[in-house]
């Protein structure tokens, strides 16, 4: 019944058994203790957990573990590097881009996708990019500032 | 390290956790051998429960029991702290018992290994029902006529309440004008990001039971639940760990709560349930759901004189805590920023069959400021005046405070011209009449409005709260020199593990690096009330003030006994005692450094602070003084620590204007945001981000309310917007950049002059948006539409297209 899978967290690579229905976002979150990545809807429409999947900001809620054998995946914990903040997690610290926190990790996961494909975004071409994450507290007026904050950081 | 923190724009000491996804929200506690719940739940609004067949669930492997309402007939009814006289109260089992009341009633609970099997196993259950006719139409409830849900009490009329001053109808009939419009308010979803969620774990050793909740109310939650399930309440303790966003709908005690406390007891293992988004907008609580009729009295000269609100609720099927409640600060907030004679509110609570209605952010206020805002635009619209003009008529004038209302407040500060007229300058409003006119004259359609609003906040002196209305704080410098802050209050978003920090740094002139604000564990923090109603920094924060000058009194006169000097020769700068009158003293010599530098304190007795011929101590020297307790004054309690509990004598009125400008498709209908300006005045700000983001928030939420969300139910009550597919909340390309800007007029009620801003944006914009609205569409023959207004709504206008698809 269970599947074996293999592929790499954050770095570090994985091997475990899994039933075929058990979805990523469960995966990571109950298998592997990887709690950063959240459920918010279970229907791909609020973003709260997305992760990178080979480069692909994704959401693990309508994807099963087993469609991600082989495959490399960056969650919000393995964002930043040797302790340091990934820019666009600088930018929601200094922007104020967070209230509650629940929609944050997927927030930033997308928005440094976005960052990766467009360096120096429009503030329509930033909304455009987060048309698929959710936000009920900011009003996403402090989250655009820090997706700007971090295109700049970057940049210089 | 700068030299205040208050009024500074201070990063959050809560950001670096959740940036790096290492916070815990309660679906991220793992507990070894956790048990996982998954819910029946009704699919007919209203049925009858013939028979309830488990069996084949209960095969499921993985699955270990499965309860109905006749299992948990012990559990007492969820709570409800609205009491009004003759309020009828439905007896609110936590499962279904006979009958099944609104889609999404729970009817059973299934208790299996894994989530995933518990789903399974709620699938095999079947439930015989037998559907019942269905009320959903709140006019006909209030009308007393048709089917009835409970059927003991006769009708669906659940309360009628009169309030307010003045004699109304003496105002209207000697009215010189007078306007009327019938307006609804939609049901909303609040749809925190964070579903909600309970963990339990009972310990039978020691006969302890520990909630972790995402709740905004821990304290109050375990007294009700210690309640619902017989456990004593110092045996109960209620975590609130990281808790998602609530916007109200966190402030409650749920069906849910009691039921995974009581399984954990029956079955001696932790028990889990995490709310699914379908669950969450079915059976958490919904806002608004009003519909009324408005109707204003007033001179040819645009004065004000009579304003009479009669109004229907629907409150859904059950109670839940506050539910009645909500419609009554409708009508307390019904002079809103004006001079009113006499008001009288009429209120009919009636039960449907759907979920409840209770506080979502702004809780029965925003309703009170879009009519009285609807109101004035209709009033401007019948004398042919500017809005912002007729408004300003009416204002009590800033030396007229405290202003008494004609429902019965009394508003404690305010300058509401000041604030209109920033928000004018800003926006360039003279500028922007003259770019309509000439917009107009193009063929473009564009309209401005106008918000003039004032909001009840610092819920609330306990006179006027079901279950108090103060807030409690502790403040204690361990020996050490960090300093701990224990706060009632429950935060969930809006950074008081920030701004509390700032205040307590400030006055004990440390570094906000070193002070710990902890809340939201029953445990460990002192009675509280939680956070809600815009109280938490102008009460909560209120109570830590004074807690730490209570501390500062007892440090003062420890620093005096150590110094050998009398109290009043002893002053406090800097985060430093100094002897400032003694013959002969030098300048201090306390250090500011830490006690003990990191990573070098004693693994044995703690040194004993120097403090022979010393002119001054730092308040850490002091703290470690008061723990080791050689050197205190005669009766003095060791330790340094003090809590205090903070009863406010009066809300507080934050008030402010908000300028919409939008243009709308003529081809699409579609509505644009061209501006928005806010000027809000909260009195004194802690921290001008946080501010500026719950601003920035809550208007979010009003432009969801005013253009996009609904909680719709069909005829038959089907709840037919069930996921966020169907239920629209605002994503980034919706918003506008706002032009935010503030006045500040300190409240009287509380020394930090602090009055609230949680609940501003929900309440000053509504208004604002749609005023902009039904201002483009005035050429169109247009004085009013309800919200949400959808570019179809617009395009029909546009067109001349009455027609229905």
């Known amino acids: 019944m269970k599947k074996a899978i293999n592929l790499n967290v954050n770095g570090v690579s994985r091997t475990d058994e899994v039933e075929p229905r058990v979805l990523l976002v469960h995966y990571l979150r109950d298998v592997l203790g990887l709690t950063g990545t959240h459920v918010g809807c279970e229907t791909s429409l609020c973003g709260a957990c997305t992760v990178m999947l080979d480069g692909e900001a994704v959401k693990s809620c309508t994807m099963f573990a087993v469609q991600a054998n082989g495959a490399t995946v960056t969650t919000i914990e393995g964002l930043a590097t040797d302790g340091e903040l990934h820019p666009v997690q600088e930018g929601f610290w200094e922007c104020h881009g967070l209230q509650c926190g629940y929609c944050t990790p997927g927030m930033i996961i997308t928005a440094a996708q976005l960052l990766e494909r467009n360096a120096n975004p429009s503030r329509e071409e930033i909304c455009h990019g987060l048309e698929g994450n959710l936000c009920r507290c900011t009003g996403y007026q402090h989250i655009i500032e820090a997706v700007e904050y971090a295109a700049k950081k970057t940049a210089s | ?805």
């Open chain 2, 1 to 805: 390290m700068p030299t205040s923190y208050v009024g500074q724009r201070v990063r959050r000491t809560e950001d670096p956790r959740l940036i790096k996804g290492l916070a815990h929200y309660v679906d991220d506690i793992a507990l070894p051998g956790t048990l996982h719940v998954a819910f029946v739940r009704s699919y007919y609004a209203h049925a009858k429960i013939n028979s309830i067949d488990t069996s084949a669930a209960l095969d499921v492997p993985g699955v270990v029991a499965v309860y109905t309402g006749k299992d948990v007939a012990k559990i007492g009814p969820v709570p409800c702290a609205g009491a009004l006289p003759g309020l009828k109260v439905p007896d609110h089992r936590v499962l279904a018992t006979d009958k099944v009341y609104f889609v999404g009633h729970p009817v059973a609970a299934v208790v299996a290994t894994d989530r995933y099997a518990a789903r399974d196993a709620v699938d095999l259950i079947v439930v015989d029902y037998e559907d019942l006719p269905v009320v959903t139409d709140v006019e006909q409830a209030a009308a007393g006529t048709g089917p009835v849900i409970h059927e003991s009490f006769g009708d669906n009329i659940a309360y009628k309440m009169t309030a307010g001053e003045g004699d109304i109808d003496a105002a209207f009939a000697a009215a010189e004008r007078t306007v009327k419009q019938r307006i609804w308010h939609k049901r909303l979803a609040p749809i925190a990001m964070e579903p909600r969620g309970v963990l339990a774990r009972y310990f039978p050793g020691e006969e302890e039971l520990t909630l972790w909740s995402s709740t905004q109310i821990p304290h109050l939650m375990r007294t009700q639940v210690a309640l619902m399930i017989g456990i004593p309440e110092n045996k109960l303790r209620v975590i609130t760990p990281e808790v998602g966003g609530g916007f109200g709908s966190k402030l409650n005690v749920y069906a849910e709560e009691a039921l995974l406390g009581w399984i954990s007891m029956q079955l001696h293992k932790p028990v889990k349930w995490i709310e699914t988004r379908r669950e969450n907008i079915q059976a958490t609580i919904h806002g608004r759901g009003q519909v009324g009729d408005i109707e204003v009295a007033f001179k040819n000269d645009g004065t004000l004189t009579g304003l009479r609100y009669n109004v229907i609720a629907d409150l859904g099927a059950y109670h839940q805590l506050l539910t009645p409640a909500i419609p009554t600060l409708t009508g307390l907030m019904l002079s809103g920023a004006y001079r009113i004679p006499a008001i009288q509110i009429n209120i009919t609570g009636v039960f449907t069959n759907k979920m409840a209605t209770d506080a979502y952010r702004g809780a029965g206020r925003p309703e009170a400021t879009y009519v009285v805002e609807r109101a004035l635009d209709l009033v401007a619209a019948d004398l042919n005046a500017d809005p912002a003009e007729v408004r300003r008529k009416n204002f009590p004038g800033k030396d007229e405070f405290p202003f008494h209302t004609a429902t019965g407040l009394d508003y404690d500060s305010g300058d509401y011209e000041a604030a209109l007229d920033k928000a004018q300058q800003i926006a360039g409003y003279t500028q922007l009449r003259e770019e309509q006119k000439k917009a107009r004259a193009e063929g473009k359609i564009m309209g401005i409005g106008v918000s003039t609003y004032v909001e009840i906040c610092a819920l609330g002196p306990s006179t006027a709260m079901p279950a108090g209305g103060w807030e409690s704080a502790t403040v204690r410098i361990e020996p050490t020199g960090k300093v701990t802050v224990l706060t009632g209050t429950s935060p969930h978003g809006q950074g008081q593990e920030t701004s509390f920090a700032q205040i307590v740094a400030d006055e004990l002139g440390v570094s906000i690096n070193d002070v710990t604000v902890i809340h939201g564990d029953t445990s460990v923090v002192q009675y509280g009330i939680g956070t809600f109603g815009s109280r938490a920094t102008a009460v909560g924060g209120t109570a830590v003030y004074v807690a730490v000058q209570k501390l500062k009194e007892k440090a003062e006169k420890i620093a005096a006994h150590i110094l050998k000097a009398d109290a009043s020769k002893v002053s406090f700068e800097g985060g430093k005692y100094s002897v400032t009158k003694a013959a002969g003293a030098t300048a201090a010599t306390g250090s500011s450094e830490p006690v003990y530098p990191v990573g070098q304190g004693p693994a044995g007795a703690l040194p004993e602070p120097q403090t022979e011929g010393r002119t001054g101590l730092t308040i850490a020297e002091i703290a470690l003084a008061a723990h080791l307790a050689k050197e205190l004054p005669p009766d003095t309690e060791p330790g340094l620590s003090a809590t205090y509990f903070f009863e406010p004598k009066n809300f507080t009125f934050p008030f402010g204007t908000h300028i919409a400008v939008v243009e709308i498709d003529r081809e699409t209908g579609d509505i644009k945001f061209l501006r928005y300006v806010a000027v809000d005045d909260c009195g004194r700000v802690i921290n001008p981000m946080l501010v500026d983001g719950q601003v920035h928030g809550g208007i979010v939420q009003s432009i969801g309310q005013a253009m996009y969300e609904e909680v719709v139910y069909d005829e038959q009550g089907q709840l037919i917007t069930g996921t966020l597919m169907d239920y629209a909340v605002p994503r980034a390309k919706h918003v506008p950049n706002f032009e935010l800007d503030r006045t500040e007029t300190p409240s009287p009620v509380n020394p930090l002059g602090v009055k609230g801003v949680g609940e501003a944006g929900t309440i000053g914009a509504t208004p604002a948006i749609v005023g902009a609205i039904v201002d483009a569409l005035a050429p169109f023959g247009v004085k009013h539409l309800d919200m949400p207004i959808k570019p179809e709504d617009v395009w029909r206008i546009i067109n001349n297209d009455s027609s229905r698809i």
